[in-house]
């Protein structure tokens, strides 16, 4: 028999994936279900199948995957390297930072760059697959999926703190945007349509990642929502190497991200914050106006700007979300342990 409710109480609502075929006759009797509005950082607990250590298995199962690739693509990178000649142990070609400056120009260098991060993605819905919880679009929101409408709002609202305000800052400062590189038009071209292409699944991974898995994770075994927000943080910020006050930049980063999909009840926010953030900074770093991979030269007054530029984000996301009626909970059917 599936869950069932105590004896003389209406029974929780069910979701399309919460219904389950009769257990066999010989299985224990099914634990109690009750009704629970579960906030973004609790929907694991919506798989009527979860345990506490189902994302510990999860993460073994993910992690060697993503190595495995990761290698593969390593592998791939160096082959075109050596065919093309470029391939020498010894030099710089095989420095982090040069690797970087040439993602900017190379659009090989550029893809071995990106797509091992994006290759997070799969191997996490791998996992997920094998140990829950399901269904997968759980980690999107709280209504099992990406809200697409709601989406396109937070990308409105990014582009316009992210790109059109700082852009007209400048312009009113006599700032001239023109590209500075002496690559050809149709190169610029190419190096801009792999940044479109390739970036947004390459935050939409990170978001999976560090908010999706991380904050659902943290959720299953501490209800407070600021666990769940701030404990991923440290973590986003070290996969990012940046000078002090570029790490203490990401950070709050993370936790704006990591409260948005808490207040907003999915990641739709965060994913369009960082899209559009990481895609104005590499389009910039493609025509020599930035240099998106700056690991030294932040100061606490570019710390403040881009700390500033995030909480008002966070401010206008969550007008947004009210006007909107975004629900930051639902009501799920949670088996009592």
């Not at 400056?101 to 094998?130: E, H, K, Q, Y």
């Not at 292409?197 to 999976?208: D, S, T, W």
């Not at 904050?215 to 990012?240: C, D, E, N, S, Y």
């Amino acid at each position: 028999m599936p869950p069932q409710a105590a004896p003389g109480v209406p029974s929780p609502p069910v979701a399309p994936w919460q219904t389950q075929a009769p257990a066999p006759y010989w299985a224990p009797p099914a634990p109690p279900v009750r009704a629970e509005q579960l906030q973004y950082h609790r929907l694991a607990l919506a798989d009527l199948n979860h345990r506490w250590w189902k994302p510990l298995v999860e993460a073994l199962i993910a992690v060697p995957i993503f190595l495995v690739l990761s290698v593969l693509i390593a592998v791939a990178y160096l082959g075109h390297l050596f065919v093309t000649g470029q391939l020498d142990l010894g030099s710089a070609m095989m420095n982090l930072a040069t690797i970087q400056d040439n993602s900017l120009t190379n659009p090989a260098t550029f893809l071995f760059m990106f797509t091992p991060v994006i290759i997070m993605w799969p191997a996490l819905w791998i996992g997920r697959l094998c140990m829950g919880p399901r269904p997968w679009g759980l980690i999107h929101s709280v209504a099992g999926r990406i809200r697409w409408g709601w989406l396109v709002q937070t990308f409105a609202i990014s582009i316009v703190l992210y790109v059109i305000i700082p852009t007209g800052f400048e312009l009113l400062n006599g700032a001239e945007l023109r590209p500075e590189t002496d690559a050809s038009v149709g190169h610029i071209v190419l190096m801009l349509a792999l940044v479109l292409l390739i970036v947004p699944f390459q935050c939409y991974a990170e978001e999976l990642v560090f908010r999706g898995y991380l904050m659902q994770t943290i959720g299953r075994w501490l209800k407070h929502p600021a666990f769940a927000i701030v404990l991923p943080a440290p973590l986003f910020m070290l996969g990012h190497a940046y000078d002090f006050w570029g790490q203490a930049s990401i950070l709050v980063m993370g936790i704006a991200a990591g409260f948005m999909a808490w207040y907003t009840g999915g990641l739709e926010a965060g994913i369009a914050m960082h899209v559009v953030n990481n895609l104005n900074l590499m389009a910039l770093g493609v025509l020599g106006l930035a240099d998106p991979f700056a690991q030294s030269g932040v100061g606490f007054t570019d710390f403040l700007f881009a700390a500033g530029i995030e909480i008002v984000l966070v401010l206008v996301v969550m007008f947004a979300a009210r006007k909107a009626g975004v629900a930051r909970s639902q009501e799920y059917r949670v088996v009592d342990r």
